[in-house]
């Protein structure tokens, strides 16, 4: 199995959101192909656009996988479906939200996958994650994150998720 280096951000903003987000690693961390290796500590974050609705919690995970970026977005899928994530409004509250943020240094424009995300560098909640676990990343382009960083009303909030086979 050839491993891809992968970051995956975890939100949630409904019902208890650092539950969702353990649950949503956990879940990730029983996917066949695909180990959890760190995660950020845990940012609580005001929404960004959509209508009115609860601030988030957010975390960013990296995982190494044998999944083709494609077979991934399902498995990332498959684990938003297990905790009832319903696509109702765009930018709308939701029990979980997991995204691909990078994967190795691979550039995807699909119609259903973007990577690196889009709106990646605008984000507070995923950025400031992101740089707790991979400092001096360059994005593919040579851009480098450090210097989009915000603070974005993004605030720390708990301490890393459980990873089950790290200490």
């Not at 995807?108 to 991979?134: G, K, N, Y």
């Amino acid at each position: 199995m050839v491993s891809a280096q992968v970051f995956l951000g975890l939100g949630s903003n409904l019902g208890d959101r650092l539950a969702n987000l353990q649950s949503a690693a956990d879940l990730l961390d029983a996917e066949p192909d695909l180990v959890l290796v760190a995660c950020s500590r845990v940012w609580e974050t005001d929404p960004v656009g959509g209508p009115e609705q609860p601030d988030y919690l957010n975390a960013v995970i990296q995982v190494e996988t044998g999944l083709a970026p494609l077979g991934l977005m399902e498995a990332c899928r498959r684990t938003e479906a297990a905790l009832h994530r319903e696509r109702a409004t765009r930018w709308g509250p939701r029990t979980i939200d997991v995204d691909i943020l990078l994967f190795d240094d691979r550039a995807i424009d699909e119609p259903d996958l973007t990577i690196p995300h889009p709106r990646l560098q605008e984000r507070a909640f995923v950025v400031l994650p992101l740089l707790e676990l991979a400092p001096t990343l360059v994005l593919p382009g040579d851009r480098s994150l450090l210097a989009s960083v915000v603070s974005g009303g993004a605030r720390p909030f708990a301490p890393p998720l459980r990873i089950a086979d790290l200490p």
